[in-house]
């Protein structure tokens, strides 16, 4: 048992290294005075000055939240509802059926699905832009915040509910006081999960982007096609950075659910 402990741990390092490593090596060159990542210069903060004078690249960086933020939301909130409805399914067959058909965009190529997309949207004459990529990023969002919400549905005591309503409780006062509790946890990794597949969509997002918007993803490629600039490895220091914040502010709000709950049960016992 222990040298498998071992040779786990050992094999975890090594994978986080091999995923990690280029993303320092990202890091470390935008901090070069060089034009390009084979040799590092003097160690400067020229591309960092460089990025937040770029009014354009900081235009595109605020659009691109926006959208992560608004697409996310919205699919956080129609997949909540659609994991309720797909619970709430009492055939097998249905329910099968509809989880069937929830995972097609989560498990078909993003070639395909922006394609389709842009076929889509072209036969509607939708125009390109803001919206058809938020809609894009809402579509393939919702099944993600299905696939979240659902197992703490599966693992909800629906007698709190018949409980509730006999207590006088309203459908609203059942859904708001025991429902979204129970999903919670849920619905927040749904929607962390959303919000982070939004902010680095590139193939979706280049078929329905027109030239009026762009994203951060669709712009760096756009860049890096012209030749290497380290002004992108300092956007991308950045991205890297604020995602990593939301991480740790998931991880404390999660430890903090976690440690409230123990002294809930605690209480009880006592």
């Not at 894009?136 to 909800?156: C, D, G, Q, T, W």
């Not at 946890?185 to 680095?200: E, V």
């Not at 956007?235 to 430890?255: A, E, N, P, Q, R």
């Amino acid at each position: 048992m222990r040298k498998n402990s071992i040779f786990a741990r050992v094999y975890l390092s090594f994978i986080l290294v091999i995923l990690y490593i280029p993303i320092f090596y990202l890091i470390y060159f935008s901090f070069s005075s060089g034009k390009n990542m084979n040799k590092f210069g003097q160690f400067t903060l020229s591309h960092y000055q460089d990025l937040f004078q770029d009014n354009r690249l900081l235009a595109i960086f605020l659009e691109t939240i926006l959208l992560a933020l608004l697409s996310s939301l919205i699919a956080t909130i129609v997949g909540t509802f659609g994991a309720l409805a797909i619970t709430m399914v009492k055939k097998k067959a249905q329910k099968n059926t509809l989880l069937a058909l929830n995972n097609v965009l989560m498990v078909s190529p993003d070639v395909i699905i922006g394609a389709s997309f842009l076929i889509f949207f072209t036969a509607l004459g939708f125009g390109l832009n803001f919206g058809s990529v938020l809609l894009s990023h809402i579509a393939f969002s919702i099944p993600i915040v299905v696939l979240m919400v659902l197992p703490r549905l599966n693992e909800m005591d629906f007698s709190l509910i018949d409980a509730a309503r006999d207590l006088g409780a309203s459908g609203y006062q059942v859904f708001s006081n025991v429902m979204i509790p129970t999903m919670l946890p849920g619905i927040a990794a749904g929607m962390f999960m959303a919000l982070t597949y939004s902010l680095d969509d590139f193939a979706v997002t280049f078929f329905v982007t027109g030239n009026g918007f762009s994203t951060l993803s669709v712009e760096i490629y756009s860049r890096a096609r012209q030749g290497i600039d380290l002004e992108i490895n300092a956007l991308s220091t950045v991205m890297f950075l604020f995602v990593l914040v939301l991480v740790i502010i998931y991880y404390f709000l999660t430890k903090r659910r976690v440690k409230k709950g123990k002294r809930m049960i605690g209480g009880l016992i006592k």
